[in-house]
């Protein structure tokens, strides 16, 4: 007896519990006759309630369909960015030979200007609430070379120093939500945070892709690692130092597009070693998952969609937005993991592949 007793507790230390696996719904909404019939999405609201993109023209999309954002003058838009609240969205519209800086506030076109000698300007960025927008403008007299750029609520038009050794220019990538922090892309593989009433910071390592931002701005995320031939996801604490927190399994590159607003969960895509696009998402608890094989894991029906990438995540970790191809044309995708309360650990499903394996234990008779 005692020895039959012995082996059940050693049976119950070594068993370990399924993760419950999530179930995923998967769409590509028709677009409006306006947009054409290639769209995308570039990303989602905090709550998941409300996208952006771009078709023929810049838009945004909610429970109610699409509303398209218009242009300067009947000219083309591009909607890039969307702020957490959901209120704002940030792109770019045709003036004629040049293009300037725009934002969208319930639909109506503000014009975000550049410098009367050359008013080539670019927004890429937003904070929470949409009262400043990021980006950068063309450098006057200089075609080749920018200028990191803000807009206040107004409109109105401030110039950051180029950051040191910098001099092809740069260009506002990420915004604290109190708008005193910002995250700043050099030419040249290095990234900054730019501190009001402080300057520059230089981010450690060489950075090779996109900057995104937590909302309290002391956390940042980017693509990099020890050198300049490195694609891992990375990220920097207020001060600077880097943080490699690795690739997906099988990558030969690695890309970033979106980060909540607590840094929890991070989404992008990655290039795989068979040269095909895959979307992966990231938490602290569950590392990276490759999200296609979770949509097909998790009952989604993809509808004949590759080549998918993921360019948004809300803060919740539930609603990702990308783009995809379907019979050689690009559409945008919304997915929504549809379990109750999500735990951090089954907020991408993770059932028994990804983070938790079922061990089979056999306990002999006595």
């Not at 999530?22 to 905090?46: C, H, I, K, Q």
């Not at 300007?121 to 990191?148: F, K, R, W």
């Not at 092809?168 to 708008?179: F, M, W």
Request: aromatic share 10%.
């Amino acid at each position: 007896m005692e020895k039959c007793l012995k082996r059940l507790i050693i049976a119950l230390t070594f068993a370990v519990p399924v993760v419950a696996q999530a179930a995923w719904t998967f769409r590509s909404p028709d677009p409006v006759e306006s947009l054409g019939s290639m769209f995308y999405f570039n990303g989602v609201s905090a709550d998941g309630s409300r996208l952006v993109g771009g078709g023929r023209k810049g838009f945004t999309y909610d429970a109610s369909g699409f509303t398209v954002l218009n242009g300067w003058e009947g000219n083309g838009s591009w909607a890039i960015s969307i702020s957490r609240d959901g209120g704002t969205a940030v792109g770019r519209v045709g003036r004629g030979e040049f293009g300037s800086a725009a934002r969208w506030l319930g639909g109506s076109l503000q014009v975000l200007e550049g410098q009367p000698e050359r008013p080539d300007a670019y927004a890429h960025a937003t904070s929470d609430n949409g009262h400043l927008v990021g980006g950068y403008i063309m450098t006057p007299g200089d075609e080749s070379s920018y200028q990191p750029a803000t807009w206040n609520e107004a409109g109105d038009l401030r110039l950051l120093p180029v950051p040191p050794d910098q001099w092809a220019g740069a260009n506002v990538g990420a915004i604290s939500a109190d708008g005193s922090r910002l995250a700043v892309i050099g030419h040249n593989n290095l990234g900054f945070v730019w501190v009001d009433g402080e300057g520059y910071r230089r981010l450690e390592g060489p950075n090779n892709g996109g900057l995104r931002m937590t909302s309290d701005g002391r956390t940042i995320f980017g693509i990099g690692g020890s050198s300049i031939y490195d694609q891992n996801l990375v990220r920097w604490d207020e001060y600077g130092v880097l943080t490699v927190l690795g690739s997906p399994a099988d990558s030969l590159s690695t890309q970033l597009t979106s980060v909540s607003s607590d840094g929890q969960f991070v989404s992008g895509r990655y290039r795989s070693t068979a040269n095909v696009d895959r979307p992966y998402l990231w938490s602290e608890s569950t590392g990276f998952v490759d999200l296609v094989d979770e949509l097909t894991l998790g009952g989604a029906d993809l509808h004949g969609m590759g080549s998918l990438t993921a360019m948004g995540i809300s803060d919740d970790g539930r609603t990702v937005v990308g783009y995809g191809y379907q019979q050689g044309k690009a559409r945008g995708w919304i997915a929504v993991n549809t379990v109750p309360e999500p735990s951090a650990l089954v907020t991408f499903g993770l059932g028994a592949i990804w983070l938790v394996r079922r061990r089979r234990v056999i306990v002999s008779p006595c």
